[in-house]
């Protein structure tokens, strides 16, 4: 069976600049993607403010619920809560969401950061998904990753299928190893682009192989940092690509990451 998946970091359904409302663009953005189950981030449960202020262009439910389909389920994580409001992780989703439980990963108390862990349900077989957003600061994403390592390994068995997906805020590369050898995971563009530089030629070269290194997702008019993931494992990967350019940039900072695998 094939599915897509996507994830992609909202930014609160408003503009970077001005903080003007994007919601309603950013569903038919979502809805372009055709995808089967969505990881997103930075997502409003509530948020009084922009709702009064854009009376008219805000809607009344809460940002996930609002993005999905009339098909879709939905589940939210909720991190950061504020006078006004609260954001986080959330998970659309074709296919029934069986549970869903939020690992709060918080590592001081500038940042508030959770793991929205769903398991969905597709043709009989349990998938396990793990929305991630991770801190700013490297020391607290070496924590969170441990954190996340954690979660999985505890509810989990070896042999089940995975997908951890979101925003890592990872430029330097520093965490996939880690989860490569902990898990087993794969992410999505190891094998799908592979690089044509001279250095990746001598490193297949050498027998190496090529050099595994994530897509540029941010910012999203013209990619610079690797910021987002999808990671999977006991799924085949069939292809991936990044969303990027002009239009995209209009609806958030950051690139959705779109990915075809197979069951």
């Given at each position: 069976m094939k599915i897509r998946i996507a994830t992609y970091n909202i930014h609160k359904g408003v503009t970077a600049i001005g903080n003007r409302p994007r919601i309603h663009a950013l569903k038919l953005g979502i809805s372009s993607l055709s995808a089967d189950i969505v990881f997103l981030q930075e997502v409003q449960g509530r948020h009084d403010f922009f709702a009064l202020?854009?009376?008219?262009?805000?809607?009344?439910?809460?940002?996930?619920?609002?993005?999905?389909?009339?098909?879709?389920?939905?589940?939210?994580?909720?991190?950061?809560?504020?006078?006004?409001?609260?954001?986080?992780?959330?998970l659309l989703s074709n296919f029934p969401i069986v549970s869903s439980h939020n690992h709060d990963v918080s590592d001081h108390q500038f940042e508030s950061r959770g793991i929205l862990h769903c398991i969905v349900r597709i043709q009989e077989r349990d998938v396990h998904c793990y929305v991630v957003h991770l801190g700013l600061f490297a020391g607290s994403r070496l924590r969170q990753i441990e954190a996340l390592i954690q979660a999985v390994t505890h509810t989990t068995e070896s042999d089940s299928p995975i997908i951890i997906a979101g925003d890592f805020n990872d430029w330097t590369n520093a965490l996939s190893t880690s989860l490569r050898k902990k898990l087993g995971v794969t992410e999505v563009f190891d094998e799908v682009l592979p690089s044509r530089s001279f250095g990746s030629y001598l490193r297949r070269l050498s027998g190496r192989g090529p050099r595994k290194s994530p897509a540029r997702t941010f910012p999203a008019a013209m990619p610079v940092l690797k910021l987002d993931r999808i990671y999977v494992r006991g799924l085949k990967i069939e292809h991936a690509q990044v969303l990027h350019g002009a239009s995209w940039a209009r609806l958030s900072d950051h690139a959705p990451l779109v990915a075809d695998l197979a069951m």
């Open positions: 202020r854009h009376a008219a262009k805000w809607p009344q439910q809460s940002q996930h619920e609002f993005l999905a389909s009339d098909v879709q389920h939905s589940a939210y994580g909720m991190n950061a809560v504020y006078d006004h409001g609260h954001h986080g992780n959330a």
